[in-house]
């Protein structure tokens, strides 16, 4: 079986583009011949590595995988309307190398966000003459109105009856929640054409150490409280400063934003105004370092703003903060992400908007009042029994297999 992959992000690049990279990875091993049509990597700081650069496409292998790379205009998570155009110029381009890669697939398997893949997958299953799967790993345009990235608007309209019509078109559809899957279900489309396939973890965060990373960024004598990820509208980050405002008497207590993104600068002039000296901002790291990161402090947040869609969210981090084996506190009342923490054996919580109930738990938690090695272990023991990678990449070659 040929399989042809459509996402504009893949590695290099950091994120949650990593899931895709070790099914693809997984597929190879298990003899399925796998390419990829990805932009030329510049995601998430629009920095495009030297090895890339002056080139408009660009063809590498990784571990198996065929790659095929096209320009896209360069664009940082900070710049979201260049990346809209950056979108948009991955469709046109990414067509123009299709003509280019002189290979026979029998699946098209398209990725989004952005919008524009599961087009570019579309189009391509017509002109190769196969079937085309739609992986969908965030409701759009959906999820930008409830978090307030978009406007509900005439362009928004459009976007919606563009993807709706192509959750209909596809023969598979491969979501990353549940709550997504019950969602395109509820639009008509069969059940039997409906999986929900999970981002898991690679084992590498489940059996990270520190590896000296405390004492790199002198944490040694610290109660590390961490965010990583995208400093994104999506989450309410401003209640993890106001909770450090509040803690800013206990200077063993330091919060850490690991990451970039829109939000940054207003955060960091938050902590300026405030004058506090228990927040760091450490930017964005090499990918192969996070798990150190994560192992290495001692309480991990994560939270998303209360908006409809919200519920149906699985933030692809929280596996890895999981596997980390540290405890979890998690801004939100319910939630996808809450009844997995719940199942593993601890919900840690707090509302969004309550800096209080935050800076309550923390307290609690570096007191042992709450015991946070018991709760990390669980989740670490979750983890390795039913989120593994390559658990849920059996299932996914299982399913598209049935096609």
């Known amino acids: ?29 298990n003899g399925t011949d796998v390419s990829v049509m ?104 959906e999820s930008s109105e409830d978090f307030g990235n978009l406007n509900h608007s005439l362009f928004t309209r459009t976007i919606r009856r563009i993807i709706h019509a192509l959750y209909h078109k596809a023969d598979r559809i491969v979501c990353v929640t549940d709550g997504i899957a019950a969602f395109i279900r509820n639009l008509g489309v069969p059940s039997e054409n409906i999986v929900t396939i999970k981002s898991g973890v690679s084992d590498e965060f489940i059996v990270a150490e520190t590896n000296g990373i405390r004492t790199k960024f002198g944490w040694e004598d610290k109660f590390v409280v ?47 105004d405030y004058g506090l000296k228990n927040v760091s901002f450490i930017g964005l790291q090499p990918l192969d370092t996070i798990p150190y990161f994560l192992k290495s402090s ?57 800096p209080e109930k935050l800076s309550e738990i923390i307290l609690k938690l570096k007191s042992g009042e709450i015991d946070g090695e018991s709760i990390g272990k669980k989740y670490n023991e979750h983890i390795s029994k039913y989120h593994r990678r390559e658990i849920w990449a059996e299932r996914y070659l299982k399913f598209v297999k049935t096609l």
Request: glycine residues 6%; charged residues 25%; aromatic residues 12%.
């Open 1 to 29: 079986m040929k399989i042809l992959i459509i996402t504009q992000h893949f590695p290099p690049e950091k994120g949650a583009v990593r899931r895709l990279f070790e099914f693809a990875r997984y597929f190879v091993k």
């Open 38 to 141: 990805t932009a030329i990597p510049n995601y998430p700081d629009g920095i495009v590595p030297e090895k890339y650069r002056k080139s408009f496409f660009y063809k590498e292998e990784i571990e198996g995988v065929k790659i095929y790379r096209s320009w896209v205009l360069p664009a940082s998570n900070s710049q979201p309307k260049k990346r809209m155009f950056g979108f948009i110029t991955f469709l046109i381009t990414t067509i123009i190398n299709s003509f280019r890669v002189r290979e026979k697939f029998d699946i098209v398997l398209a990725s989004t966000p952005p919008v524009t893949s599961p087009v570019i997958g579309w189009i391509l299953s017509k002109l190769y003459n196969c079937k085309f799967v739609l992986e969908v790993r965030d409701l759009q345009p």
């Open 226 to 272: 961490l965010y990583s990820g995208t400093l994104g509208w999506v989450r309410p980050l401003e209640t993890f400063i106001e909770a450090a405002r509040q803690l800013a008497d206990q200077p063993e207590i330091q919060f850490v934003f690991l990451g970039d993104g829109q939000k940054r600068d207003a955060l960091e002039n938050m902590v300026i």
């Open 298 to 354: 001692d309480v991990l947040v994560e939270g998303l703003k209360e908006v409809g869609v919200a519920r149906m969210a699985f933030p692809s981090k929280m596996f890895e903060y999981m596997a980390a084996g540290r405890p979890i506190i998690f801004g939100s009342r319910q939630g996808e992400a809450i009844d997995e923490l719940r199942m593993a054996g601890c919900a840690l919580t707090y509302p969004p908007d309550s």
